[in-house]
């Protein structure tokens, strides 16, 4: 009898220490972000997971990318034709991106019809029903988004530059995946994915424009439903580059090369030497701006190119702007110079830029530079989070690099950044001897004896006098690319992510 009595209090502790879990777990806090601009009847919402394609299954590249768009054709309540119209009916917005660490779902909606619009929203990424009938079309979206990929050669570029650079890592194949391992998802795949990724330890929530407690509280709460769990992170062991490696990718009847040059290195926004080396890269060469080395020498100077760029962080561009757009954060950065030039002045542009990086790392940032080039960075931030929306974004990355106050400090770190922290961390983090050089040409085998042979030429647009040039030009044409046979390797276009 006394074992009968034990058995169920026992059970009976165990009924109330699950019970008082699953209270925890309701009650549990989620800290929502928020950016208040009442003076604007919009709503904004954004929602970002660790479940980029850095999570994806081996042999199943491309499954987050998958299941994401998946997330968004069908739910509890709508399906996708439902969802589809009422965005139109409601000029709502809506947004799913994925990245190589992150899965961001973005909102706007105006304040008047916030509630249609979040019952909406929140399915999507509470109750998505994964349809069996969007399975094979949204297998076709994704294959013709990898060949789309094929056909932009910017994106072809960059995206072969990464792979290249963390090959064997899981930053090393597109978001869109391989086209072998599209073919062979499921439904259950995308099932599975969604419930061992999206929950409540991989969330970062956060609202922006005219909303009040109510809307942060239902918003909270309903985010709290997702289940909890940590699933593991991506690896940080990234294969290190010894000397310059050279992919050469084969596209027919390129008149125009796209250049991309740079290598990985372990630097976050965390670290202190951030400031100082975003600085360094603001004077090398900030996107689409005039200020930076690359567009002075390989733009303004030479006329070879209508822009040359370098960045510390991998950068998508925000739509048409030059800023960079919010939530791709990643755990581990690489450094990137990027030009496009004539077939004939390939070669040069690729000694110019590594001259110029060569440059910065060995002598740093020039005294006559230093101050005009800090005050540019401080004042052009400010367009950074001109947006509430803009703004919510920057604050959500500084949640998952763990960086608090790195928005509303951003001019203060700048303008602290000393020379001698700049050209110590150029000379740290930048590595011209070691780095991958990403080409796309039309005859590979013939610029790769270009590469190897001892002549460098270069063809100035017409009427272009290039006399006060020759000089600087001779030293350019002298740099040692330190190139041999075994450095290249070649690619067709058509071949890559299949």
Known sequence: ????????????????????????FEAKALEVVQVKKPEIPVVYFKVMFRAGSAYDPPGKEGLAYFTAQLMQRGTQSFTRDQIDDLLDYLSGRLNVEVHKEVIVISGATLKENLDKFYQVFSEIILKPTFP???????????????ENLRQDDVDLVKESFDDFIFRGHPYGHAVFGKESSVKSFTRQDAIDFYNKYFVQDNLFLGLAGDFDETLVKRFDQDMS???????PKPEKNVQPIHGRKVLLIEKEGRTQNQIRIGHPYFISRSSPDYFPLLV?????????ESIGQLYKTVRMQRGLSYGAYSYIEDFEQAGWSKLAAPNVPRNIQYFSMWTYVKSPNTKFAIKLLLKNMSDLASSGIPKDRFQLTKDFEANQYPFQIETPDRKLGLLLDDRFYGTPGFVDNYDKNVEKATIEEIDRVAATYLSPENVAIVVMVSDPEKFKQELLSDQTTIEYPSQFDATALESEDDLIKAYDLKLKDADFEI?????LFK
């Open 280 to 288: 360094a890269n603001t004077y090398m060469g900030k996107h689409r």
């Open 225 to 231: 439903t997702l289940k909890t769990g940590k699933p």
């Open 491 to 495: 690619v067709k276009a058509s071949e």
């Open 132 to 146: 069996e009938d969007q399975i094979e079309k949204t297998r076709t979206d994704q294959l013709d988004a990898i």
């Open 1 to 24: 009898m006394r074992s009968k009595w034990s058995k169920i209090l026992w059970f009976s502790i165990l009924v109330c220490l699950f019970c008082l879990d699953a209270f925890c």
